[in-house]
Each structure stands twice: as structure tokens, then as C-alpha cells.
């Protein structure tokens, strides 16, 4: 087994992170238990985020720590795993207050795809990366379009629980800024000319430390602050 060096900053960040997400994933479990019923769900859902990046990311260390490559088939298990459950989480806050449609949430998850299936296929070689770069962005986009100003957007508007409505746009927060980290990694990793392996980790690494646990966070809060209320 190589060992991890201490020079290796990205091999530092996943370690960090990997601790992080198992720690995260059992406070959600556990606040889980005092929400009211109908945010406990979501609340496990966050846990459920970070207990998959947890196991993934033990794993991309030993990958990164081995062979120096970037962990890329690994990070995209994990995000098409967890990117829907954050998607069904916009659709359980929703749901919680009566406002969901089933096409909100279809919607999202075609977003989630496309934009997916370009960086995949963008960061392995399969296709060129400036092409997987405008597909993945298209995806992402889309989802924005329907956070925003789309369905899902409306039913929020009409709902009149304050915490569902704070929750939805600390979400909405983090799907535009949080996640434009992503492709700021993707476009330093891989469109600068040659490839930075290092780059993208530590980039990816700090995306996913603030995307999976602020967002539970964010999810736990409101939930707190409801079951306070009730
Ligand atoms: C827990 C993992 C999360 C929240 C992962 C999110 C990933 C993205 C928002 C990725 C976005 C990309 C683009 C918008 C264009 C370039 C390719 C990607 C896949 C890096």
C-alpha cells in the first residue's frame, strides 16, 4: 500500500473530505430521528448523499494516492448517484408543501443526464473536451432554467411554508454558484491546454465538500427550524 505523502495536497483533500462525509452522514442520520415526518426524508436523503461521496472517496484516494491519475469512471459513479438524490431532494422540499409535479422532477434528472453524460465522456477521451464541456454546460443550464423560472420555481412561489421556501433558495443558491465551482475545475483541468490532474481533484474535491454538506445542512436547518415551530 503507498502511503499518503504529505507534500500531496489533493491527497490530503480526499482524506479530509472522506472523513467529512462519514462524519456529515451521521449527524443526518441521527437528526433524522427528531425532524417532524415530513422532512425526515429529506434529511435522510442528505445523509444518504454523503454516505455514497464517503465511500467513493476513500476509494479516489487510493486511486489518486497509487497512481496520480484522476479518479474519473469513480467521481462519476458518485455524482450519478448522487446529483439525482439532490434533484429528488428539490422535489421532496416541494412535495412537504403540496407543490410538487412529477414532471419537475423528470426534468431535473434529464438535466442531471446530459449534463453528466458530456463531462464523462468529455474528461475520459471519448470525445473532444471542448464538446463535452458545451453538452455538460447545456445540462446544467437547463436545470437552472427550471430552478429558477421554470415549474419548479412556480410551485415554490406558491407555496406559503416559510421554511420550505428558505430551503428552496439556499438550494437554488447552490445549484448556480456551488456548482459553477464544477465547471470553473473542469474548464482549468482540461481547456487550458494538456491536462491539470491536479487542478481538477482539488477543484472537484472542494466543490464536493461544499455541494454535499452545505446542502444538507441547509435541508437540516429548515428542517429544524419547522419541527421547532410544531
Ligand atoms: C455531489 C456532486 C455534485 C453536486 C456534482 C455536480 C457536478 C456538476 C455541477 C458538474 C458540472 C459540469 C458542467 C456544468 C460542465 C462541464 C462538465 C461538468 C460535468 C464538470
Given at each position: 500500500?503507498?502511503?499518503?505523502?504529505?507534500?500531496?495536497?489533493?491527497?490530503?483533500?480526499?482524506?479530509?473530505?472522506?472523513?467529512?462525509?462519514v462524519?456529515?452522514?451521521?449527524?443526518?442520520?441521527?437528526?433524522?430521528?427528531?425532524m417532524?415526518?415530513?422532512?425526515?426524508?429529506?434529511?435522510?436523503?442528505?445523509?444518504?448523499?454523503?454516505?455514497?461521496a464517503?465511500?467513493?472517496?476513500?476509494?479516489?484516494?487510493?486511486?489518486?494516492v497509487?497512481?496520480?491519475?484522476?479518479?474519473?469512471?469513480?467521481?462519476?459513479?458518485?455524482?450519478?448517484?448522487?446529483?439525482?438524490?439532490?434533484?429528488?431532494e428539490?422535489?421532496?422540499?416541494?412535495?412537504?408543501?403540496?407543490?410538487?409535479?412529477?414532471?419537475i422532477?423528470?426534468?431535473?434528472l434529464?438535466?442531471?443526464?446530459?449534463?453528466?453524460?458530456?463531462?464523462?465522456?468529455?474528461?475520459a477521451?471519448?470525445?473532444?473536451?471542448?464538446?463535452?464541456?458545451?453538452?455538460?454546460?447545456a445540462?446544467?443550464?437547463?436545470?437552472?432554467?427550471?430552478?429558477?423560472?421554470?415549474?419548479?420555481?412556480?410551485?415554490?412561489?406558491?407555496?406559503?411554508?416559510?421554511?420550505?421556501?428558505s430551503?428552496?433558495?439556499?438550494?437554488?443558491?447552490?445549484?448556480?454558484?456551488?456548482?459553477?465551482?464544477?465547471?470553473?475545475?473542469?474548464?482549468?483541468?482540461?481547456?487550458?491546454?494538456?491536462?491539470?490532474?491536479?487542478?481538477?481533484?482539488?477543484?472537484?474535491?472542494?466543490?464536493?465538500?461544499?455541494?454535499?454538506?452545505?446542502?444538507?445542512?441547509?435541508?437540516?436547518?429548515?428542517?429544524?427550524?419547522?419541527?421547532?415551530?410544531?
Amino acid at each position: 500500500m503507498v502511503m499518503l505523502d504529505p507534500n500531496d495536497f489533493v491527497g490530503v483533500t480526499f482524506w479530509i473530505i472522506s472523513v467529512a462525509m462519514v462524519a456529515s452522514t451521521a449527524f443526518f442520520f441521527v437528526e433524522a430521528g427528531n425532524m417532524t415526518s415530513h422532512w425526515r426524508t429529506s434529511v435522510i436523503v442528505a445523509g444518504l448523499v454523503t454516505l455514497i461521496a464517503a465511500v467513493h472517496y476513500y476509494y479516489m484516494r487510493a486511486v489518486w494516492v497509487d497512481s496520480g491519475d484522476s479518479p474519473t469512471v469513480l467521481r462519476y459513479i458518485d455524482w450519478l448517484l448522487t446529483v439525482p438524490l439532490q434533484m429528488i431532494e428539490f422535489y421532496l422540499i416541494l412535495a412537504a408543501v403540496g407543490a410538487a409535479t412529477s414532471g419537475i422532477f423528470w426534468r431535473l434528472l434529464i438535466g442531471t443526464l446530459v449534463m453528466l453524460i458530456g463531462g464523462f465522456m468529455g474528461e475520459a477521451g471519448m470525445i473532444n473536451s471542448t464538446v463535452g464541456f458545451v453538452v455538460g454546460m447545456a445540462g446544467w443550464i437547463y436545470i437552472l432554467y427550471e430552478v429558477f423560472a421554470g415549474e419548479a420555481a412556480q410551485a415554490n412561489t406558491s407555496s406559503n411554508s416559510e421554511a420550505q421556501k428558505s430551503a428552496f433558495n439556499a438550494m437554488k443558491w447552490i445549484v448556480s454558484v456551488g456548482w459553477s465551482i464544477y465547471p470553473i475545475g473542469y474548464f482549468l483541468g482540461y481547456l487550458g491546454g494538456g491536462t491539470d490532474v491536479a487542478t481538477v481533484n482539488a477543484v472537484y474535491n472542494l466543490a464536493d465538500f461544499i455541494n454535499k454538506i452545505a446542502f444538507g445542512l441547509v435541508i437540516w436547518a429548515a428542517a429544524a427550524s419547522d419541527t421547532k415551530k410544531a
